[in-house]
């Protein structure tokens, strides 16, 4: 049977983003009252003292213990949020430049105005100034990396219609219509 179609078979699309917080209910605070997302539900914790069920299935020490919180981040983008306790945890974010190193980026109308806001948000951390790039696939972007008040790295960008890339491909990167904390309900 010859496949015409490469990767996983049946795959939809990425169902969600996670990411490991070094305290849940602050995670979950920022991101639904800072970013607008919006909480579906936690559960935790999520243990098993005496095999090796953890390692088995998520890669961490058989002694971890985790609670979970899943949220709707935006129209498609759900977001699993960790807490763990494990043995010999390290307890340090990754630089975008180490392995594993990561970043979500949120797509927004005015990068300027997000800025903005985001100055304003106790203990986060906007890096610099906004740069929007001048040449290339993808001319016209406008961005700027901030961390969360916990250390997460994240991004602002505005990417127009019409990038450059798009003469090359007919494949086009997806792009939201509307804010997401706009919706009607």
Known sequence: MSRTSKGIPGALCVHHVAYTVPNLDQAVDFFVNVLGAELLYRIGPVEDRTG??????????????????MLRLGPVTNLELFE??????????PRNSDWGGHHLAIHVENVDAAVDYLRSVPGVKVLGEPQTITEGPIAGDRWVYFITPWGLQMEVLHMPRGMPYEKETEARLYGASQPWNSREE
Not at 52 to 69: C, E, F, G, K
Request: glycine share 0%; proline share 7%; charged share 30%.
């Open 84 to 93: 763990y306790t494990a043995p010999e945890q390290r307890r340090e974010f």
């Open 52 to 69: 090796d069920w953890m390692t088995r299935q998520l890669n961490v020490d058989p002694r971890a213990s985790t609670h979970i919180a």
